[in-house]
């Protein structure tokens, strides 16, 4: 649930706190003053695309940040333990830094997180519904998928998709292995002489050889640097061994007299033990060497046929042992293709998984198409539509695909004795908003997130079907905690909370939220139903807009 929002220099929002309650919320306001100012400041804690407007004029960044409650045991609580980020205080900090050069930062529980996280802990919070939702009724898939997710046939309809993945892999690869008959044998015999060729080759270390060869390459110049830094280190007379016991012996009788004069003094004992440890190594480095001109010609030699082998197969010395591998690999491939009737079977069992699982997502898909197109029907009925009548339309696909096996339409119709057709054929503007609205309320009843966001959802409609959607969102709000900007007074009418946002006159300009009071929400549904000029006609209407909540409740 979410509790707290606090928009600092955000938009047109100086400093604003709010505490959200739980149930149905909603936010009024006019034309201008900034209503979408929370849902703005909400989505950019949720990571969703921000820019500069969002930066308040005049300053350098917007800070915003949102706190939710949640539940043991819930899906943000088991996100939150998987990435190391719940804590003691039962609650999730969302905070959003915007920055006026187009920059942004973000922040879970304190802790710097990328916008990736955002978004996936904000899918499990929050849910959106925009009044452009309607425009989804219209594309093809949506039926379908408002379906599935309404029935939860996800894992389902992600099973086919998986089977038709795999049923297609097999295809390509019984192709692959037909396609490949005419020229598998010429390509083998290639492979194998390539493989021949680099056989001996791979088993040599490149990097090793070749740092060993410029080792003897430079054996004289190396045994005379090492040479002189023996001799300055501990042989001549005035060694950096000797000046260095000089300095710990002068430093040890002052130790005791400083704590930083015993920090140089142990760092100096340690650097001491550093400096007779690598001229030791230094010693015994030196007397290993020796030059050795067989094997500098035999190194020589191998480099040689490296470098023949490299340009041969247009590659670099150093991953000829990669071209054996992937070559090698490709002979085992080749191998395998000797047989196209094994892939061939194995194409015939994965077409049939797949068909098992498609035919029994079709059937589950129109065992439940019935009671959810009725369900439909009878909710949007209440919405001025009384002839309102849904059906599904189930037809095959000429070819099955990852969506299964048949194609979906939602068909409708408003008037008695006409049959119904495609949604989109036939539905006006306002027929469309109202579908959509009852169709994102279902939607809700099924989501796992605990707050709903309805933006403008109720445009269009008015009178008493506007008093229907507000008691399905108040209905609603006994599960889930909603957000809702609205026009309409008979929706603001069945809210819990009325957040009332007021455009200042500021220089510059700066809006405001405040919870209302029953005193002034009468004000403002008196507004939102008379306009400016609010009179006793107009108060007595909205009284009675709010004595009809609590009548139904």
């Given at each position: 649930m979410l509790t707290h929002l606090t928009l600092i220099n955000f938009a047109?929002?100086?400093?604003?706190?709010?505490?959200?309650?739980?149930?149905?919320?909603?936010?009024?306001?006019?034309?201008?003053?900034?209503?979408?100012?929370?849902?703005?400041?909400?989505?950019?804690?949720?990571?969703?695309?921000?820019?500069?407007?969002?930066?308040?004029?005049?300053?350098?960044?917007?800070?915003?940040t949102a706190i939710f409650s949640y539940q043991e045991n819930s899906p943000e609580a088991k996100w939150l333990q998987a990435h190391e980020l719940d804590d003691e205080s039962g609650e999730i900090h969302l905070r959003r830094v915007i920055f006026a050069t187009g920059r942004s930062k973000a922040w879970i529980n304190g802790r710097p997180s990328s916008l990736s996280e955002l978004k996936e802990i904000g899918r499990l919070l929050v849910q959106l519904y925009s009044q452009h939702s309607q425009q989804q009724l219209l594309e093809p898939p949506y039926p379908k998928h408002w379906l599935d997710h309404y029935s939860n046939f996800y894992q389902p309809a992600q099973d086919v998709r998986d089977a038709y993945s795999t049923w297609q892999k097999n295809i390509r690869q019984h192709q692959a292995a037909l396609d490949a008959q005419a020229t598998r044998l010429q390509r083998i015999e290639t492979l194998e002489l390539q493989l021949e060729e680099l056989e001996e080759v791979v088993q040599i270390d490149y990097k090793e050889i070749e740092q060993e060869f410029d080792r003897l390459s430079h054996h004289e110049h190396i045994m005379q640097d090492c040479a002189y830094s023996v001799d300055v280190l501990d042989e001549s007379e005035q060694n950096i061994s000797q000046e260095i016991s000089s300095i710990i012996r002068r430093l040890e009788s002052h130790a005791g007299r400083s704590d930083q004069?015993?920090?140089?003094?142990?760092?100096?004992?340690?650097?001491?033990?550093?400096?007779?440890?690598?001229?030791?190594?230094?010693?015994?480095?030196?007397?290993?060497?020796?030059?050795?001109?067989?094997?500098?010609?035999?190194?020589?030699?191998?480099?040689?046929?490296?470098?023949?082998?490299?340009?041969?197969?247009r590659t670099q010395?150093?991953?000829?042992?990669?071209?054996?591998?992937?070559?090698?690999?490709?002979?085992?491939?080749?191998?395998?293709?000797?047989?196209?009737?094994?892939?061939?079977?194995?194409?015939?069992?994965?077409?049939?998984?797949?068909?098992?699982?498609?035919?029994?997502?079709?059937?589950?898909?129109?065992?439940?198409?019935?009671?959810?197109?009725?369900?439909?029907?009878?909710?949007?009925?209440?919405?001025?539509?009384?002839?309102?009548?849904?059906e599904f339309k189930f037809e095959p696909l000429e070819q099955p695909s990852s969506e299964g096996l048949?194609?979906?339409?939602?068909?409708?119709?408003?008037?008695?004795?006409?049959?119904?057709?495609p949604l989109a054929r036939v539905a006006s503007g306002g027929e469309l908003s109202r579908i959509a609205l009852v169709m994102q309320v279902m939607n809700a009843e099924k989501t796992e997130a605990e707050v709903l966001v309805f933006d403008e959802i109720d445009v269009g409609i008015s009178g008493g079907t506007a008093e229907i959607v507000g008691r399905l969102l108040a209905g609603l709000a006994e599960h889930v905690q909603i957000l809702c900007i609205t026009?309409?007074?008979?929706?603001?009418?069945?809210?819990?909370?009325?957040?009332?946002?007021?455009?200042?006159?500021?220089?510059?300009?700066?809006?405001?939220?405040?919870?209302?009071?029953?005193?002034?929400?009468?004000?403002?549904?008196?507004?939102?139903?008379?306009?400016?000029?609010?009179?006793?006609?107009?108060?007595?209407?909205?009284?009675q807009l709010r004595q009809l909540k609590f009548q139904v409740h």
């Open positions: 047109l929002a100086d400093h604003l706190a709010l505490d959200i309650e739980q149930g149905f919320n909603v936010l009024t306001g006019e034309t201008g003053a900034g209503k979408s100012l929370l849902l703005d400041a909400l989505s950019a804690c949720l990571g969703e695309r921000t820019d500069t407007n969002y930066v308040r004029f005049g300053t350098e960044k917007a800070d915003v004069l015993s920090e140089i003094y142990n760092s100096m004992l340690n650097a001491q033990s550093e400096i007779e440890d690598a001229t030791a190594n230094l010693r015994q480095f030196i007397d290993r060497q020796s030059f050795d001109p067989e094997r500098m010609e035999a190194l020589n030699s191998q480099l040689e046929v490296f470098h023949r082998l490299a340009r041969k197969y010395p150093e991953q000829l042992k990669v071209e054996h591998e992937n070559w090698q690999q490709e002979l085992e491939k080749l191998h395998q293709l000797e047989d196209p009737e094994t892939l061939a079977e194995q194409v015939e069992v994965s077409h049939l998984v797949f068909l098992e699982k498609a035919q029994h997502l079709d059937q589950i898909r129109r065992d439940a198409a019935t009671p959810l197109a009725k369900q439909l029907t009878e909710q949007v009925k209440q919405l001025a539509l009384p002839e309102a009548y849904f048949s194609s979906i339409q939602l068909l409708f119709t408003a008037n008695k004795g006409i049959p119904a057709q026009h309409q007074a008979q929706v603001a009418a069945q809210s819990d909370q009325h957040l009332l946002v007021k455009k200042l006159q500021t220089d510059p300009a700066s809006s405001t939220i405040i919870e209302l009071e029953e005193t002034d929400r009468i004000q403002e549904l008196a507004r939102m139903t008379g306009g400016v000029e609010i009179n006793e006609t107009t108060l007595q209407h909205a009284k």
